[in-house]
């Protein structure tokens, strides 16, 4: 893979965090190209040759997938909020792509997932609910009473990371060789150490399509390091987060995830537009039971 290339990918995720962190805004191409050091001339063929999707396709499947994600968690919330929360200018707007892009209109979405949650017990992620910041808890009882989860709610710093973006389905095939990478690159630094690395999930396989589904492996760094080649830098917002504790085998990682949102559904809790991250204690291959021991960690709004 050539230098160019690789500094083309390098600043593209830069636009694409851009944009999904400022989701609710009307972003013009000017403003996401500077963002990512291009010219403005070039910035949107670019984008499109490395992400297989134009800026504004790009961004309104994020805005799209979002509110599919806010008509599940908040089941209570009006439609023409989440449009407006999600960047629509109407909610006759919103329900035209809406129905477009999921072939159905909202209010059928959001009928046919919690329908779907209620007979088979099941989680759509993300889900979220309302939020009180300076309560924690501990041996929390998933929404079905069948397990028992450690979860802490505290205030987490920012973290500055190194990663390797993959865009795909979200299976070992893809995300193995990203953390593969990383470890080559981070070994030799002596950056590698328990809850040092850690995996964002920035898309709900449940809604967006497999193939564009992003995920970063990750491992947090000093202030002053410099990325090289596929490594990039980005800083994880720091703030109110939901500190899920686990200890599982690979095959139990899936339940795991279930467990926190059952739990979210239940707690009175909301989830900040935020993606959320896995952070990794140990590696399961040095574990006497084959385990890992990680915390699934979900940012959580700090007001009403």
């Keep these: 893979m050539s230098s160019i290339h690789i500094e083309y990918k390098k600043r593209i995720c ?5 944009i999904s962190q400022n989701i609710e805004r009307d972003l013009s191409l000017d403003e996401i190209a500077e963002t990512a050091s291009f010219s403005k001339y070039h910035f949107h063929r670019i984008f499109t040759a490395v992400v297989g999707e134009t800026v ?3 961004t309104r499947r994020l805005r799209l997938e979002q509110a599919a994600n806010h008509l599940i968690a908040r089941p209570s919330a009006g439609i023409t909020r989440i449009a407006v929360a999600c960047g629509f200018s109407s909610s006759q707007n919103f329900a035209r792509a809406f129905r477009q892009h999921f ?5 059928e979405y959001r009928d046919s997932k919690i329908g779907n949650m209620d007979s088979k017990n099941e989680n759509v992620l993300p ?9 924690a808890f501990t041996n929390a009882r998933t929404q079905e009473g069948r397990s028992t989860i450690n979860v802490a709610v505290r205030e987490m710093p920012d973290l500055q990371v190194a990663y390797v973006r993959t865009i ?3 299976v070992p095939e893809t995300c193995a060789p990203a953390f593969e990478k990383l470890m080559h690159w981070a070994g030799p630094r002596n950056l590698v150490g328990p809850g040092t690395t850690l995996a964002i999930y920035w898309d709900n396989p449940e809604v967006t399509p497999p193939d564009k589904c992003r995920f970063d492996a990750c491992i947090i760094v000093p202030e002053g ?11 994880i917002s720091g703030g109110c987060y939901a500190v899920c504790h686990f200890e599982r085998r690979p095959d139990e990682i899936q339940q795991a995830w279930e467990e926190v949102y059952g739990w979210l559904c239940s707690s009175g809790y909301e989830c900040r537009d935020l993606p959320i991250y896995e952070r990794y204690h ?3 291959a040095q574990h006497p039971q084959g385990k890992w021991i990680f915390d699934i960690c979900v940012p959580l709004v700090d007001e009403y």
């Design 168 to 170: 795909g389905p979200l």
């Design 14 to 18: 830069l636009a694409m965090n851009y």
């Design 282 to 284: 140990n590696h399961a």
């Design 225 to 235: 390091t410099s990325p090289q080649g596929d490594i990039h830098l980005q800083t």
């Design 127 to 135: 889900l979220q609910a309302a939020y009180d910041c300076d309560t």
């Design 56 to 58: 504004a396709a790009f």
């Design 103 to 107: 072939g159905m209109t909202p209010t």
